[in-house]
Structures are given as C-alpha cells and as structure tokens.
C-alpha cells in the first residue's frame, strides 16, 4: 500500500498546519484546504516536502471552491485516507462584558455558524466520497469541549452553539453511516483538540497545537482507537462528556 493520503482544512496556521505538517513528516500525501495560497507558513511546507503537498485556496462556507477542490483532489488522487475537518473560527473574549443576549452581534453569530458547522459539512459533502474510496477511511471533525450542555458558563456564546450543533451534525452522520453504509468502515471521531496555544486559543492556552496535533495521528493511524457509540473523544483519545 502506498502512503496515506490525508487532508486538513484551515492548514495556513495553528492545529491545521500543525497537522499538515506531521501528516507531511510521516510521509503522507497532504492536502491543504486554506484561505489564502499563498500563505507563507504553508508554502513554507510546500518548499520543504517538494511533490507531496497539494495547497487548495478554499473557504469552507463556499461550496463552489469545495466542489471544485475536491474535483481537483480526486484528478491527482485515487482516494482520501484521512480529512481532518480543522478550520473555524471565534469572535470574542472570555473577557468581553457585554449582555449576551441583548449586544449579540448577528453577523459573527452567522458567520460562525457558517465556519464551524455549514463549512464541515460542505467539505465532506464534496470529499466524501473520496473518503469512500479509501480502504481505511478515517474522519476527524474538530469540535470543542464548548461543545457540550453544562449548566454554567456564559463565555463564547456563539462558539459554543456552533460546535454543539458541528458534535450533533457528526453524530448524525455517524448514525447513517453505521446503519446504511457499515461496509465502508468509516471511523468518525468528533474531537476536543485540547486548549492550544494558537492564535484562537491564546488566551486559555494548556498546550502547543504540536501535542494535539501528535495525539490526533495516534487517532487515525489506529494506535489509539476507542470504541464509543459517541466517539466525542479529547485528542488523547479520552472520552469527552457530552
Ligand atoms: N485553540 C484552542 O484552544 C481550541 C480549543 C478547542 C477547539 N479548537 C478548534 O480547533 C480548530 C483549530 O483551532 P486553532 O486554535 O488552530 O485556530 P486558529 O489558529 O485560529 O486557526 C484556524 C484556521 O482556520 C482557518 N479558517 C478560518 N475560517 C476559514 C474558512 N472559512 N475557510 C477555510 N479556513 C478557515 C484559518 O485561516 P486564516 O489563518 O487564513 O484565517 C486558520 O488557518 C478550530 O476548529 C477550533 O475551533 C481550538
């Protein structure tokens, strides 16, 4: 079997390069999904692994460039093995003081929505099948631990919706593929990547993206592989409450 072939969206910095990066080291073929192209941090990787990075300029809410990345993919590639859906974004401070309710702003509420929910499921809607033709098919959906109902906290309000609704929308794919498609073998995760020290996460920051990134291979490469009927799982692989 020749090298894994994996793809990582929002990989123009922090978890996503991180990722693209070790996916590179390993000796995977590695698609970049990014905003802009010609990022330096990413053509950077592209000057270091010469034939094995593929960079795509793509926004994830815009289903035209999906389509047409995945159209390009599956010209220079037989199949995904991997897709780490990455990309998103957070407005905000945990230490805004605002009403939440009453100061929403709207147009980062649907914006982030858009990123962190529509975006994911724009992006397997295109790769998926792709992610069909690989002979181990692995996705990895990053959510949040903000993405779970608990009784206190009012921070990231918007954030915390979006990746709420990106566990539900992966469970529920889950489920369809578990009872309509169980002959592929997808194995979906739904994953907390930790609190990184990132540009989005600077300020709760436990972590480098470099760790995380290390725990989520162990993840898709199958040396850690939990058997949960809800695989929201922390990047250790731990299950997460939900
Ligand atoms: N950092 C944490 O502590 C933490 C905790 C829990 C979950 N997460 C999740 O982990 C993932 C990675 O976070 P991070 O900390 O690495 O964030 P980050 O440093 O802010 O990077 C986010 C990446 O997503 C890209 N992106 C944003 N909107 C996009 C769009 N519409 N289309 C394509 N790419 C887009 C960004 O591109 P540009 O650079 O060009 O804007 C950037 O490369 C996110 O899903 C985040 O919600 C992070």
Request: hydrophobic share 40%; aromatic share 8%.
């Amino acid at each position: 079997m020749g090298a894994k072939i994996g793809c990582v969206t929002g990989a123009d910095m922090g978890l996503g390069w991180e990722l693209t990066k070790l996916g590179l080291e390993k000796g995977y073929d590695m698609v970049a999904l990014v905003l802009r192209e010609d990022g330096e941090k990413i053509c950077g990787l592209s000057a270091a692994y010469p034939g094995k990075l593929t960079i795509l300029g793509v926004d994830v809410t815009d289903e035209g460039a999906v389509e047409g990345a995945a159209a390009t993919v599956a010209q220079k590639f037989p199949c995904v093995d991997f897709i780490v859906n990455n990309a998103g974004v957070l407005f905000g401070s945990k230490y805004d003081k605002i009403d939440e309710i009453v100061d929403l702003d709207v147009a980062k509420f649907r914006r982030t929505l858009d990123v962190n929910v529509t975006g994911m499921a724009i992006v397997l809607k295109y790769f998926m099948p792709l992610i069909y033709k690989s002979a181990s098919p692995v996705v990895v959906n990053i959510t949040s631990e903000a993405g779970y109902l608990a009784s206190g906290g009012h921070n990231y309000l918007s954030y915390s919706v979006s990746k709420y609704a990106a566990n539900m929308y992966s469970q529920k794919i889950l489920n369809y593929l578990r009872s309509e498609r169980p002959d592929l073998h997808v194995r979906l995760f739904m994953m907390h990547p930790g609190r990184m020290q990132t540009v989005m996460g600077a300020e709760n920051a436990q972590i480098e993206p470099s760790e995380s990134a290390r725990g989520i291979y162990r993840v898709i490469d199958g040396e850690v592989d939990p058997q949960l009927d809800i695989p929201f799982i922390n990047y250790k692989g731990e299950a997460m409450p939900h």
